[in-house]
């Protein structure tokens, strides 16, 4: 007998195969690539020390010494969103590392144990849910020091619901499916059923989630900053919004430029994220 | 011989796609007359499902009849607008389907339902068409109608719902009903139920019957004509006493062999395999679509397409072989 | 009664109970009995079918017995052994003697792995051979299903369900079980496909001395696969005989009425049906059983004993075993 359809062979082969296909997502891959190139080797390049104060404050954008502008210290503002992307990305990706790391395994203890492991993390998921997320993390930041590490922590302390929920959702019905029944039958311990059959069959959704949460935890970080709750020794682009607020009217660049900076970094974070939607989406593949 | 209720002639239906168009019907050409049961038989893929829709005016999104014709009572449907189409649907052809649970609405009562048809089809008034809807259950054997009635469908069994599905069907006493694997999701001693309110309610109402099923059993119990399909074309016309007890068509013998029979004597005799795969639409060669399944095709087979040829009256078979 | 040697498997009065949500705020729990008392025995190299219809809990049966669902009571005894005794790491280690083959050829493989990881899987749960020695057996195990050794770095969804069927059958067989449970394997397959399936079970079957319980809704497939058929209705079992015997000369009613709902294709030759033999209405759903013989309401040769007393599996010479008051060829 012959193998029916030829084409691409793993699950993961097929699958880039439709994202390569999706414009949408290769433009947030490309745009991302891009800004974490620039947060890497940006500061060789441009060899300007974003705390030094350069110039004027709050120069217009044009000038010889600051093609951004300054801000209201007159330091320069294109090195400010070149190192702070580095603070802001970093926050991103280890609060969204804590999240899903979080979320993961409460969502797959309650779906693969059920019972009152179950009843008992679930309460506990929606007591964290209930609560309003900002003033939760802003709490937990002022409990301690703000630094990049604290606020990076809140930031997880407040989102992993979500995931955990998921995460449980998947964990149940795949528990159900007749391989994990068959592997039962088989003698599999618990750890390989959980680890080698449901996991990565749980995979796609929790990668998509994944991808988003780091976009909301960059937002999330930027909102902290902004409010003046960040880390004020690290700069970042929230960090810098915050500190030029108060002069908004008189320099709008000082707060847009490092607004759409940090704007175009979550868009292709969900450009990218939408992009994996589709090609991990398994009810857009043939059985 | 009495006019045909339906005469499907020279019907092909084909799929657009980007490389291309597939055929999914070939050349298809049946009629049903008045009372009579025709059975279209196959695995799936077939294409005894797209032939209903067909005839149905519901084939899916780019899928089309591309030559031939359906004609009811003289009236080609492959032609019809959609307003024709609307009017005939459920009055003058119906359909049942497998699934009783997902084919009705499961937010309005049995009664509800019912009663729609009739109001649409009918003109009636609520209240009339309530009471005829009553009436329906009764004749579809279903007991308490009158509780059923204002039942919702997750409330009714299995083989209710399909009793429900039935009395809608019928509710306008159609010319033609076509059943689509009305009783494979049902229990067995449910699926004769079924096939016995069948054969009463064609015997009262008069009405012709397509049955589209996988199972020869079915055929047997029920038709008296079938046609054999296999990768859109029917490779075999033959009333079903004949078709069971001298099929001509490879695949037909290998459709009546390959099901474990305890009538006949020795269970220890293997059952006869088809070998293989039903083949992909798109990569039929010229010749007959059977030949790689086939044990007595050859290099012929599988250059040129068998036509249908007449081996007895009423009997007509497409093979190079038979 | 029992067989000339000691069966492999023998089943003693399984029962398997769901609890069911209560129906009200603080309501009372229910309980329904799934499979309620069920006995039979199975010879080793032999076939034990299980037919019913939907709800009789055959499939159940199966699961219990491969330990997959709580017992609530009774006893399975496997080669002697207590295998409903067993826990923890003797009941892993147990499961390499008695493998299942489950019937949705598309929900029953892992979409994530290749065919030779999946066939591998028993292998490596159970730690049987080096690496060299499962990539062998491997290999050996698609040829007998009759897959080409390429198949294994293929993965499921580029099969066809009857060749997925194979690929399950593969897995089952990989650690040489004795006892192999068949939970509906061609019920989702196409007619000709299934007879591949069936044939390939039998080829099996009689070359490896296998021992199958297999579990049908279809009376044909288990005709022509069994020795010792059971009929379940709601939970219990009514009837066993030898296959040829229980299909020629039924006991139970209910039994009569599925042999006369089978739609065959010599349903012309046959005399016109008995009308009594059809079962009365629908199955009635398993939560709702009240006393007496499970089948009264449905049965045309009820009286009133039958509403007040369930009757017993009994035997009624050394071959045939039937649970009714009025049992008669």
């Known amino acids: ?287 | 011989m009495t006019a045909p209720v339906l005469a499907v002639e020279g019907v092909t239906v084909e799929r657009q796609a980007r490389s291309g168009s597939v055929r999914i019907l070939r050349d298809l050409a049946f009629t049903v007359q008045p009372g009579e049961t025709v059975a279209l038989v196959g695995e799936s893929g077939c294409g005894k499902s797209m032939t209903a829709l067909a005839i149905m005016g519901l084939l899916p999104p780019r899928i089309r009849v591309a030559a031939g014709s359906i004609r009811l009572d003289g009236e080609d449907l492959a032609r019809a607008d959609a307003r024709t189409l609307n009017r005939i649907r459920g009055d003058r052809i119906s359909m049942i389907f497998q699934d009783p649970m997902t084919a009705l609405n499961p937010v309005f009562t049995v009664g509800e339902q019912i009663a729609e048809v009739l109001r649409v089809h009918r003109g009636l008034s609520p209240a009339n068409a309530l009471a005829r809807a009553l009436d329906l259950l009764k004749a579809v054997d279903i007991s308490d109608p009158a509780h059923r009635l204002r039942q919702y469908p997750h409330e009714l069994s299995g083989g209710m719902r399909q009793r429900v599905m039935i009395a809608m069907a019928v509710a306008c006493e159609p010319r033609l009903l076509i059943a689509d694997e009305p009783t494979t999701a049902l229990d067995v001693t449910v699926q004769a139920q079924v096939f016995e309110l069948l054969r009463d309610l064609k015997r009262r109402l008069g009405m012709a019957l397509i049955l589209i099923t996988h199972d020869m059993g079915a055929v047997a119990e029920l038709a008296d004509r079938a046609v054999v399909m296999y990768a859109g074309r029917a490779v075999e016309y033959a009333p079903v006493e004949e078709l069971i007890r001298a099929p001509c068509h490879p695949y037909t013998q290998g459709l009546i062999g390959c099901i474990p029979d305890m009538e006949s004597g020795d269970a220890n005799a293997e059952l006869t395999e088809i070998p293989g795969m039903v083949p992909d639409l798109a990569a039929i060669g010229p010749g007959c679509a059977f030949a790689d399944r086939c044990g007595l095709a050859d290099a012929a087979c599988r250059a040129e397409l068998p036509p249908v040829m007449e081996r007895a009256p009423g009997h007509r078979v497409a093979c190079w072989k038979a | 009664m029992t067989p000339p040697t000691a069966p492999l498997l023998q089943v003693d009065g399984l029962s398997v109970e769901y609890v069911l949500p209560a129906t009200r705020a603080f309501g009372h729990k229910r309980v329904m009995r799934a499979v309620d008392e069920v006995s039979f025995s199975v010879a080793r190299g032999t076939s034990f079918g299980i037919v019913g219809e939907s709800g009789s809990g055959k499939s159940t049966t199966a699961a219990a017995i491969m330990r997959l669902v709580a017992i609530a009571s009774g006893r399975i005894l496997f080669d002697g052994e207590r295998l409903d005794a067993l826990g923890g790491e003797a009941l892993r280690r147990f499961r390499r003697r008695l493998q299942i083959v489950l019937q949705d050829p598309y929900s029953s493989l892992n979409p994530r792995a290749r065919v030779a990881e999946i066939i591998r899987e028993p292998l490596d749960i159970q730690e049987i051979g080096t690496r060299g020695e499962r990539r062998a057996r491997t290999d050996e195990l698609l040829a007998l299903v009759g897959l080409r050794p390429e198949a294994g770095r293929a993965f499921p969804h580029q099969f066809s369900g009857g060749q997925r069927q194979r690929i399950g059958i593969a897995r089952a067989l990989a650690t040489n079980p004795e006892l192999v449970v068949c939970d509906e394997p061609v019920s989702a397959l196409d007619v000709a496909i299934q007879a591949q399936v069936l044939n390939l079970l039998k080829r099996l079957q009689r070359e490896r001395g296998l021992t199958f319980v297999f579990i049908s809704h279809d009376l044909g497939v288990v005709h022509y696969m069994c020795d010792q058929v059971g009929v379940m209705y709601l939970g219990r079992l009514v009837e066993i005989a030898p296959a040829k015997r229980l299909f020629s000369r039924p006991l139970h009613p209910y039994t009569k009425a599925l042999l006369a709902a089978r739609p065959s294709i010599h349903a012309r030759d046959r005399v016109s049906k008995a009308a009594g033999a059809i079962a009365i209405g629908d199955p009635p759903s398993p939560t709702e059983i009240r006393s007496g013989c499970r089948f009264a309401g449905r049965c045309s040769a009820a009286q009133a004993i039958c509403r007040r007393e369930a009757p017993l599996l009994e035997p009624k010479d050394e071959q045939h075993e039937v649970a009714c008051h009025f049992a008669t060829p």
């Open chain 1, 1 to 287: 007998m012959t193998v029916r359809s030829q084409g691409p062979q793993s699950p993961l082969a097929e699958a880039w195969a439709i994202f390569r296909r999706n414009r949408p997502a290769l433009l947030g891959l490309a745009l991302l690539v891009l800004i974490v190139a620039m947060t890497l080797v940006g500061p060789t390049l441009y060899g300007v020390d974003p705390l030094d104060i350069v110039s004027a404050p709050l120069l217009p954008p044009g000038d010889a010494d600051a093609p951004l502008g300054t801000d209201y210290l007159g330091r320069d503002l294109l090195a400010g969103i070149i190192s702070g992307g580095r603070a802001s990305l970093a926050v991103g990706l280890s609060a969204a590392l804590l999240t899903m790391g979080l979320g993961v395994t409460v969502g797959a203890l309650a779906g693969f144990y059920g019972g009152w492991i179950d009843r008992l993390l679930m309460r506990t998921t929606e007591f964290f849910q209930v609560l309003p997320p900002l003033i939760l993390a802003m709490t937990i930041v002022l409990l301690f020091r703000p630094s990049l590490a604290t606020v990076a922590v809140s930031i997880g302390l407040v989102s992993w619901p979500t995931p955990a929920r998921l995460t449980r959702a998947e964990f149940l019905r795949i528990r159900e499916l007749d391989y994990v029944r068959a592997a039962r039958a088989m003698g599999a311990r618990n750890r390989r059923i959980i680890w080698r059959l449901i996991l990565p069959n749980a995979a796609p959704p929790l990668i998509v989630a994944a991808t988003l949460t780091i976009g909301a935890a960059i937002l999330f970080e930027g909102g902290l900053s902004f409010l003046g709750l960040g880390d004020s020794n690290a700069v970042s682009w929230g960090l810098i919004m915050g500190m030029n607020r108060p002069y908004i009217f008189e320099a709008w660049w000082a707060t847009t430029f490092p607004g759409i900076v940090l704007f175009a970094t979550v868009l292709a974070v969900s450009l990218i994220g939408d992009g994996l939607n589709d090609a991990l989406n398994p009810r857009q593949r043939e059985r």
